[in-house]
């Protein structure tokens, strides 16, 4: 057999009455005690009631001597007898009125814990009505700000993060999922063509091979986009001090600029953060930038501090962006208007947006009045 399971509100009853219970005996103990020495300062006297003069006879003297002492005892033994009685009804109606008393507490205490733990029952029935295909419910306590209306909101928070993550994480998998499936169709179809054929040409065979392995480079960059997306959202495991200038002169040194006119501005802007991840996030804003950029475009790459933040800002010129447009360019899978699935995976900014997340950072993007976009990261100088 378990043990009877007590509630927090049974226990919270049980602590209000015992309380009341103890102080009441206290007050009772102190009144009793009060009452008892005040009553037993009773008056005393040796001297008799009548002193028979000089000129009594000695008789006379004793016998009013011994009839003051008589009545003095009666007085005495009536007093003691008034105040036991005293006493006694004192305590015993003290009693009832503390039995009665601590009925009320226990009643009225059973009532104050459930209205104080009332907030806590609504955050449980939230609790058990969310699961992973409905975060929707929502605790949305009213009440004055104190301790439980501030987890109420905290709890409220935590559902609806988790309800956006996993939102997102549905959305992603359906987007990979989709754009995985594009290269698969891809080779089945160059396959399917020449296997169709009784006796395919050497030179079919030889296209179809170049095909295939172009679409295996895309899907081999597809897998490698989405598991640098995948860490950067684990967070960091490691970090260490590292220049964003350092870092942008290497992209630039490794990126492939064609006819673009470079603008680089780089002064020294010292974070603490994963050096793969930061090169990886410079080279898809400096990626991006020239891919989106208009034949003999311009390109602008700085970094330094402002603001006691670090910052690396990538611009370009190009088409003009409406700014409503900008919404979901940091999202995976998501392309602004007039933009292919040639012209990327729509993973580059959604990674650049993770791992800036993940050095504790903010990036933001703006249009240019010219056309173009402008891009800045900022995230906290190294301390210390």
């Known amino acids: 057999m378990t043990a009877p399971r007590w509630t927090v ?60 002492r008589t009545f003095r005892a ?13 006493l006694t009804h004192l305590l015993g109606y003290s009693l009832i009125t ?10 009225a205490g059973w009532i104050a814990a459930g209205r104080v733990l009332r ?6 029935e939230a609790a058990r009505a969310a699961s992973e295909h409905n975060l929707s419910a929502r605790v949305s306590l009213r009440g004055p700000r104190d301790e439980l209306r501030e987890l109420a909101d ?10 956006a993550a996993f939102e997102s ?41 170049h095909d295939v392995r172009a679409t295996v480079d895309d899907a081999e960059r597809l897998i490698g986009a989405l598991l640098t997306l995948a860490r950067s959202d684990r967070g960091l495991t490691a970090c260490e001090p590292v220049d964003l200038a350092t870092v942008a002169e290497d992209v630039l040194d490794a990126a492939d600029q064609g006819d673009r006119r470079l603008h680089a501005s780089l002064e020294p802007a010292v974070i603490s953060g994963d050096p793969v991840l930061l090169e990886r996030m410079a080279a898809n804003l400096v990626d991006n930038a020239l891919r989106y950029n ?41 392309r602004l208007n007039g933009r292919t699935a040639s012209d990327g995976f729509g993973l580059g900014l959604a990674i650049v947006a993770s791992i800036t997340t993940a050095h504790h950072g903010t990036v933001t993007a703006e249009p240019r009045p010219d056309g173009g976009l402008t891009v800045t990261v900022t995230m906290p100088p190294l301390t210390g």
Request: glycine letters at 8%; one cysteine or more; aromatic letters at 4%.
């Open 98 to 107: 503390l039995a009665a008393a601590t009925l009320l507490a226990a009643a």
């Open 119 to 124: 907030p806590v029952q609504q955050i449980t």
């Open 169 to 209: 994480q549905r959305r992603f998998i359906a987007n990979a999922g989709h754009e995985l499936r594009t290269p698969l169709t891809v080779m089945r179809t160059a396959l399917d063509v020449v296997l169709d054929k009784p006796a395919p040409a050497p030179g079919e065979l030889h296209r179809m091979g």
């Open 74 to 86: 009666g007085i005495m033994a009536g007093a003691r007898h008034q105040r036991e009685a005293i």
């Open 294 to 334: 208009t034949p003999g475009g311009d390109l602008w790459l700085t970094t330094g501090t402002a603001d006691g933040q670090a910052t690396l800002a990538v611009a370009n010129t190009g088409p003009v962006i409406a700014r409503p447009a900008l919404g979901v360019l940091f999202e995976p899978f998501q």
């Open 9 to 68: 509100r049974v226990r919270l009853t049980l602590l209000y009455t015992g309380l009341f219970a103890a102080c009441g005996a206290i007050v009772i103990a102190i009144t009793y005690t009060l009452v008892a020495s005040l009553s037993g300062q009773l008056p005393h006297t040796d001297k008799p009631m009548a002193v028979a003069g000089p000129n009594c006879p000695r008789e006379k003297s004793r016998l009013a001597d011994c009839a003051g």
């Open 154 to 163: 905290t709890f409220d928070a935590m559902l609806a993060r988790l309800q």
